[in-house]
Each structure stands twice: as C-alpha cells, then as structure tokens.
C-alpha cells in the first residue's frame, strides 16, 4: 500500500525566511496530495493542495511543488512569520482507495524571533 | 459556522470501560471520518462513511465500531478500552472524497 515520508521532523527558521518540508510517496498512482496545518489544541487545517495534473501551485506566502517522476512533493513557506509556528502534515490518496488519505508524520516548524 | 464539533474534549477510562465519541457536521457534508493521531505517526484512518447509510473500515478499525446514525452525526465507539487505544481523536468531514476535510478540535482520550 501506500506509505508517505515526511521530513524533517522538526524545522526552524528565522523569521523572515523561507522554509522547505519535503515528502516522498510509494505509490505512482496516488493523484491528490494536500498539506494540513495543526495548531497547538487543534484540528489540521488544508492550506493548500495539488492534483497530479500539476506541477506547481501557489497561494501568497505558500507554494507546493510534485515531481511524478521522483515521486515527491514540497511545502514552500516565504516570509515566515510567528502564526506560521505549527505542525504541518502531508498526505497522499487517489481515486482507487476511496480517496482514503495517507499521512505522513508530520513536521513541527519553529519561526524564531 | 461550529463547523464539526466532538465530545467529549478529554476522557480517561480504565481498560475494559466501553465509551462513545461523538461527532456532529453542520456543513451539509456527505462524507465522514474518524481519526487517530498518535506521536511521531500522523493521523490514521479508523472508519469512514462515504456517505449516509454506509461504513467502511480504514487503516486500524480494530477495536472500534462506528454508527452513521444520519447524515449529520457519525459516532465511535470503543467496546472494550485498552492502554493502545490512548490517542487524540479526529472526527472529519467533507463533500465527497478527495475533497479538503474540515476537522474537529479533538478528544484526547487516556486508557488506564
């Protein structure tokens, strides 16, 4: 079956910089691959997704990139600021599984002042 | 907008108590999940519901059952609880699959 890595598990990053979360997955045929963010006492929220008919996409600070070929995909943050502090999580799912989603572990980013 | 709301928030029971998370959608959505989140390995999927009337297994159903009981409400329970099933709980929903799940605040839920 399908099996998502994520990493690093813990990033931190200077406020004002940028910050990089990559993941890889096993299974060529997964085709939706969003990214959720958790805060502190919370539910994950999507910030952004990308369908495999894509390569890029973009949403002000935030951007995630898939190379099919390579099978992974990234979470770009520009600009951090303190309220992107979180954990973020990446998932992978496709049409066959019922669109059942895949996690992975999940990254915990640090902005430091 | 409550947006989906959980009870209870927190609960401890001992092994072998039996307890019901509950889950309630004010969205209109057709599909409904349950999740376990546990440290250091994301969320994996329990149950889900694709739509009213139906229920599937996901990753780790074993131990658990669930109820659609309609369109709005999706339940969890927990039979027999046991020292594994110490996680905190998502209930989730959306409008179909493969869609952006919304997600409730959580039960964090402690097996003694």
């Known amino acids: 079956g399908e099996n998502v890595e994520q990493h690093p598990s813990t990033l931190s990053v200077q406020e004002g910089d940028s910050a990089v979360i990559k993941c890889t997955y096993s299974?060529?045929?997964?085709?939706?691959f969003p990214w959720y963010k958790q805060e502190l006492g919370k539910g994950p929220q999507l910030i952004i997704d990308i369908r495999s008919n894509v390569g890029e996409k973009k949403d002000q600070r935030i951007a995630v990139t898939l190379n099919k070929t390579a099978k992974h995909f990234s979470l770009h943050i520009t600009e951090t600021q303190p309220e992107d502090s979180a954990v973020y999580f990446c998932a992978a799912s496709k049409v066959d599984s019922n669109y059942q989603l895949i996690w992975g572990a999940g990254t915990k980013l640090i902005i430091k002042p | 907008n409550a947006g989906v709301t959980q009870t209870p928030k927190f609960q401890v029971l001992k092994t072998g108590q039996s307890m019901t998370l509950q889950c309630a959608q004010d969205m209109n959505h057709n599909s409904m999940y349950w999740y376990r989140q546990d440290p250091g390995m994301g969320l994996r999927l329990i149950y889900y519901?694709?739509?009213?009337?139906?229920?599937d297994k996901g990753e780790v159903p074993n131990g658990y059952n669930v109820s659609r009981l309609n369109k709005r409400e999706f339940s969890l329970r927990l039979e027999s609880a046991a020292p594994s099933q110490t996680s905190v709980y998502f209930c989730?929903?959306?409008?179909?699959?493969?869609?952006?799940?919304?997600f409730g605040s959580g039960t964090q839920l402690s097996v003694l």
């Open positions: 989730a929903s959306s409008e179909t699959g493969n869609e952006k799940l919304f």
């Open positions: 299974d060529s045929a997964s085709n939706y």
């Open positions: 519901s694709a739509s009213e009337g139906t229920t």
